[in-house]
DNA sequence: TTTCTAGTAAAAATCGATTATTTTGCTTAG
DNA sequence: CTAAGCAAAATAATCGATTTTTACTAGAAA
């Protein structure tokens, strides 16, 4: 087989896990709704082995959950996990950023102001989809390096895991500029060094976040 | 078919992952070792899509890693890995004792004292294998009521993956009356409700294990 | 002797078919 | 008319076979 095709070909599985990861993020299921195999296997077009293997490790990320003998669902959503999501954000991801206005040098600095500048500029003419993973990577530039990889993959986790009431919230595209705004802000204490005005900065703005995101319950 | 014996059945998958989990934990397989499928199959008497499935749930959990077509491994153990875990059990489960000492009723006093009596109960009488599962239905106990279902689930993790790096070291079981007399005190500081205290003890304690787990690395 | 390549063996990944379980809809007794 | 029980359909879970990919080995050319 061609050299660069075979570069781009992952397992299907972890294919297949992707899109649906997205999917799942984008609300295009269903809180609490039934996935029914065959008809994944339909709108994917895929076998069932690396289907079930995509299910099984989105169970076992979160995202989805397995019920003895009747397949899998989507977790549902409710005011009180936001609430625990929250709260866990603030406290590592608070955490993180002080660490990384500690360690983070001259090429964090870039790429935070790149990731921040590609932010701004999808503010208003480009698709939903696109802003949605340019605030995803802006938000992991932030923390990139605090020096901790576990504490970078549970933020990631929670990240997802907010995502899915935070695109479902009725009001969340219109308060895109504040957020932006803060994320200006963000990026200005970050590499002036502010650790704490910084820290609390972003505490602050997970909670305006959470706040429109609180909608999509109920 | 019966019953009681259909209550007991979960699906195969999910049986395979407990075991799987558990040998992993045990240090049954080498860090880095390659797991051969056709030989898996045949140690766990499993067909090959519920072998699959729990391979692909402890990839996510993170026990094991999947290269692209070169099956599954157990991962690695580093020293700076260890280091990582160890100061995000320190924080989380801090955080998580203090809250439980703070929101833990009477019911959670009682699992304390009944927890931490099996274990001095089972100090050198009983298997390895077995001191291990009282150790941490302990911990468990012990930050259970701190009322956020992510932060249980992240130590949880942690201490599934702190584990790989205890049971392998050589000088582990030594230890063990040192670390049960922590556990009694443990136990008496949180009754006390003294949570400051309480949380710099554990600390201590998560760092005190971690010396010992060091010399599983290298 | 070393390096490249073709061929073969081994292993992982995927597929379609089969089996077991749950859900649904109908029938019948109360 | 309701509800329990049974049969049929639908769905999930598992299995063995097939396909694809990688790892190994031997032989030829430099």
């Given at each position: 087989?061609?050299?660069?095709?075979?570069?781009?070909?992952?397992?299907?599985?972890?294919?297949?896990?992707?899109?649906?990861?997205?999917?799942?993020?984008?609300?295009?299921?269903?809180?609490?709704?039934?996935?029914?195999?065959?008809?994944?296997?339909?709108t994917?077009?895929?076998?069932?082995?690396?289907?079930?293997?995509?299910?099984?490790?989105?169970?076992?990320?979160?995202?989805?959950?397995?019920?003895?003998?009747?397949?899998?669902?989507?977790?549902?959503?409710?005011?009180?996990?936001?609430?625990?999501?929250?709260?866990?954000?603030?406290?590592?991801?608070?955490?993180?950023?002080?660490?990384?206005?500690?360690?983070?040098?001259?090429?964090?600095?870039?790429?935070?102001?790149?990731?921040?500048?590609?932010?701004?500029?999808?503010?208003?003419?480009?698709?939903?989809?696109?802003?949605?993973?340019?605030?995803?990577?802006f938000h992991?530039?932030?923390?990139?390096?605090?020096?901790?990889?576990?504490?970078?993959?549970?933020?990631?986790?929670?990240?997802?895991?907010?995502?899915?009431?935070?695109?479902?919230?009725?009001?969340?595209?219109?308060?895109?500029?504040?957020?932006?705004?803060?994320?200006?802000?963000?990026?200005?204490?970050?590499?002036?060094r502010?650790?704490?005005?910084?820290?609390?900065?972003?505490?602050?703005?997970?909670?305006?976040?959470?706040?429109?995101?609180?909608?999509?319950?109920?």
């Amino acid at each position: 087989m061609n050299e660069v095709l075979k570069q781009g070909s992952a397992t299907t599985a972890s294919r297949i896990y992707e899109m649906l990861r997205q999917d799942l993020l984008d609300g295009r299921y269903a809180a609490g709704e039934r996935l029914s195999i065959a008809l994944l296997r339909e709108t994917y077009e895929v076998g069932l082995s690396p289907l079930r293997e995509a299910l099984s490790r989105l169970a076992a990320y979160g995202l989805l959950r397995q019920e003895n003998q009747r397949g899998f669902r989507v977790l549902e959503l409710s005011r009180d996990e936001l609430a625990d999501i929250t709260e866990m954000r603030r406290q590592l991801e608070g955490k993180a950023l002080e660490l990384a206005v500690k360690h983070g040098d001259e090429e964090w600095e870039s790429q935070l102001l790149a990731a921040n500048h590609r932010l701004l500029k999808a503010c208003s003419h480009t698709p939903v989809v696109e802003w949605e993973e340019l605030h995803s990577r802006f938000h992991n530039a932030l923390v990139a390096p605090c020096g901790s990889v576990w504490l970078l993959r549970f933020i990631s986790q929670l990240h997802d895991q907010f995502d899915r009431y935070r695109r479902s919230a009725p009001r969340a595209q219109g308060l895109r500029h504040q957020l932006d705004a803060q994320h200006q802000e963000l990026v200005e204490l970050a590499l002036a060094r502010n650790a704490r005005r910084a820290r609390e900065l972003l505490e602050e703005h997970i909670t305006l976040s959470s706040e429109v995101a609180q909608e999509s319950c109920r």
